[in-house]
């Protein structure tokens, strides 16, 4: 263990034995993501760079704390990035809390979420003991894949001390086309497209226009640029575009005070949500975006109508449930995680579901 780990387990193992609850934080960029963040702060950026980068091997370990820029400075310098294309939402984000955040951008429809880029992790848990699951391949795994299962747990489960990650190599070109489109046709569109080789990795529809981003070989983007048509964006027009859309400071995204941004995962297929407002469609139509008045709850049962789930994403009460409700069998599961990784419950209590 280093000096770190070691003071840090101490802490842990003091705060479970007073049940003192602990608010796990690092750049506390999505303080605003799940439940109201509650407990004494455990400040966890002093646990920070890069321990091992095999740019042959397309694998990264990090430390925790390691802020999120730095390590794509890292990867950027070997011609290589993080696929799942995460968002900061400021310039502290780390890498822990990207992770235990579980939020992937407009690549993830593409190319996969935050879990399946996780290969290993080394976990501080709620006993003070320090935890490795995974490794630094991809053919690691044996029974539970933890390393997975940290991923979107807002810190519920024990403190990311290194994580490791599989990396991929930059796109060679890049083409966004701009088309003037309805609702009901760009999702119609764009389920056809999904049924094509063509290399399409990332895609917006708001206000009438869909953006849609090709990625890959310059023969594979040049031919399916040709083959779609609609207007191309020249590259900086478009990098500033995905990375608003990424960083959400593009107007389809903004909440006011009495508003609420409703995150909706829904089947591709799926008609349009028609529920009025400020809209945006990412993924190919599989996540939906809608900003609405708090206490609308007209969001969460269209979701379940239309045969997917919702949740407040930013905005509103966060002292109630912000997430979809689980299912009995489910919560069960998370009740039975938590109480082995953190028995006392000292890990950002309540962040994800009020009981965990």
């Given at each position: 263990?280093?000096?770190?780990?070691?003071?840090?387990?101490?802490?842990?193992?003091?705060?479970?034995?007073?049940?003192?609850?602990?608010?796990?934080?690092?750049?506390?960029?999505?303080?605003?993501?799940?439940?109201?963040?509650?407990?004494?702060?455990?400040?966890?950026?002093?646990?920070?760079?890069?321990?091992?980068?095999?740019?042959?091997?397309?694998?990264?370990?990090?430390?925790?704390?390691?802020?999120?820029?730095?390590?794509?400075?890292?990867?950027?310098?070997?011609?290589?990035?993080?696929?799942?294309?995460?968002?900061?939402?400021?310039?502290?984000?780390?890498?822990?809390?990207?992770?235990?955040?579980?939020?992937s951008g407009p690549r993830r429809a593409s190319m996969g979420a935050?879990?399946?880029?996780?290969?290993?992790?080394?976990?501080?848990?709620?006993?003070?003991?320090?935890?490795?699951?995974?490794?630094?391949?991809?053919?690691?795994?044996?029974?539970?894949?933890?390393?997975?299962?940290?991923?979107?747990?807002?810190?519920?489960?024990?403190?990311?001390?290194?994580?490791?990650?599989?990396?991929?190599?930059?796109?060679?070109?890049?083409?966004?086309?701009?088309?003037?489109?309805?609702?009901?046709?760009?999702?119609?569109?764009?389920?056809?497209?999904?049924?094509?080789?063509?290399?399409?990795?990332?895609?917006?529809w708001t206000e009438g226009v869909l953006h849609l981003r090709l990625?890959?070989?310059?023969?594979?983007?040049?031919?399916?640029?040709?083959?779609?048509?609609?207007?191309?964006?020249?590259?900086?027009?478009?990098?500033?575009?995905?990375?608003?859309?990424?960083?959400?400071?593009?107007?389809?995204?903004?909440?006011?005070?009495?508003?609420?941004?409703?995150?909706?995962?829904?089947?591709?297929?799926?008609?349009?949500?028609?529920?009025?407002?400020?809209?945006?469609?990412?993924?190919?139509?599989?996540?939906?975006?809608?900003?609405?008045?708090?206490?609308?709850?007209?969001?969460?049962?269209?979701?379940?109508?239309?045969?997917?789930?919702?949740?407040?994403?930013?905005?509103?009460?966060?002292?109630?449930?912000?997430?979809?409700?689980?299912?009995?069998?489910?919560?069960?599961?998370?009740?039975?995680?938590?109480?082995?990784?953190?028995?006392?419950?000292?890990?950002?209590?309540?962040?994800?579901?009020?009981?965990?």
């Amino acid at each position: 263990m280093t000096m770190i780990e070691r003071e840090w387990a101490e802490r842990v193992r003091a705060a479970a034995a007073a049940k003192t609850p602990l608010c796990l934080r690092g750049g506390g960029t999505k303080d605003f993501y799940g439940r109201a963040p509650a407990g004494e702060v455990f400040d966890l950026r002093a646990n920070s760079g890069v321990v091992a980068h095999e740019p042959t091997e397309l694998v990264v370990t990090v430390r925790g704390g390691t802020p999120l820029a730095e390590l794509e400075a890292v990867l950027a310098d070997k011609g290589q990035y993080l696929a799942f294309e995460p968002p900061h939402f400021g310039s502290g984000a780390t890498v822990a809390g990207c992770v235990a955040a579980g939020l992937s951008g407009p690549r993830r429809a593409s190319m996969g979420a935050v879990r399946d880029f996780m290969l290993g992790v080394k976990l501080l848990d709620g006993r003070g003991d320090v935890l490795k699951f995974g490794g630094q391949v991809m053919k690691n795994v044996a029974g539970y894949d933890v390393s997975r299962l940290v991923a979107g747990s807002l810190g519920t489960l024990g403190i990311m001390l290194e994580v490791s990650l599989k990396v991929l190599p930059r796109p060679v070109a890049e083409a966004t086309l701009r088309f003037e489109l309805d609702e009901a046709t760009a999702l119609r569109r764009q389920n056809e497209w999904g049924g094509q080789p063509l290399p399409v990795s990332a895609s917006l529809w708001t206000e009438g226009v869909l953006h849609l981003r090709l990625s890959g070989a310059e023969a594979a983007v040049g031919a399916a640029t040709e083959r779609l048509g609609g207007e191309r964006l020249d590259s900086a027009e478009a990098s500033a575009l995905w990375t608003a859309v990424r960083e959400q400071t593009a107007a389809p995204f903004a909440c006011g005070t009495d508003e609420v941004l409703w995150r909706v995962a829904l089947p591709s297929t799926a008609p349009a949500l028609a529920l009025g407002g400020r809209q945006a469609v990412e993924w190919g139509g599989a996540l939906r975006w809608v900003v609405a008045q708090a206490g609308d709850g007209r969001v969460r049962a269209r979701a379940a109508e239309l045969g997917g789930h919702a949740c407040a994403f930013r905005g509103g009460d966060r002292s109630g449930e912000v997430f979809q409700p689980l299912s009995a069998p489910l919560a069960g599961i998370h009740r039975r995680l938590k109480q082995a990784f953190d028995p006392a419950g000292i890990f950002n209590p309540g962040r994800l579901y009020a009981e965990f």
